[in-house]
């Protein structure tokens, strides 16, 4: 049974950090398409960032530059680096597995399939 579990969440300043980890269970992440997204109550659950197969790591506009996603194929976990966070990167943050190893549109919540718990990151001013 596939499982991803988030951990890592909590609450920051603004223009701090924090590092998001999920641990994947019977699923390969060095051969799936790999994300992580977020959602804020009432509104749609938004790509962040992934990484696929060759490790490309397409990124959100309102991320690139602060965030970085990773993978370790060994011990089958991705992680988001979070840096210089903003009180508008409050949210749900949610790791997801796609069945395929690549996708023409990786922040697309449809492109996943499987979706782990998430995890609560809350940045204050």
């Known amino acids: 049974q596939v499982q991803l579990m988030e951990y890592g969440g909590g609450s920051a300043q603004a223009g701090g950090s924090l590092r998001l980890s999920c641990v994947v269970s019977?699923?390969?992440?060095?051969?799936?398409?790999m994300a992580w997204f977020r959602q804020v109550p009432g509104m749609e659950r938004e790509g962040v960032a992934a990484?696929?197969?060759?490790?490309?790591?397409p990124y959100a506009d309102s991320v690139k530059g602060r965030f970085i996603i990773s993978k370790d194929n060994v011990k089958n976990t991705v992680d988001l680096q979070m840096n210089s966070l903003k009180p508008e990167d409050t949210a749900m943050y949610f790791c997801?597995?796609?069945?395929?190893?690549?996708?023409?549109?990786?922040?697309?919540?449809?492109?996943?399939?499987?979706w782990g718990q998430g995890t609560q990151v809350t940045v204050s001013s």
């Open positions: 019977e699923y390969s992440v060095s051969t799936h398409i």
């Open positions: 990484i696929d197969r060759d490790d490309l790591t």
């Open positions: 997801a597995a796609g069945s395929r190893a690549w996708s023409f549109d990786p922040l697309r919540k449809s492109e996943y399939d499987y």
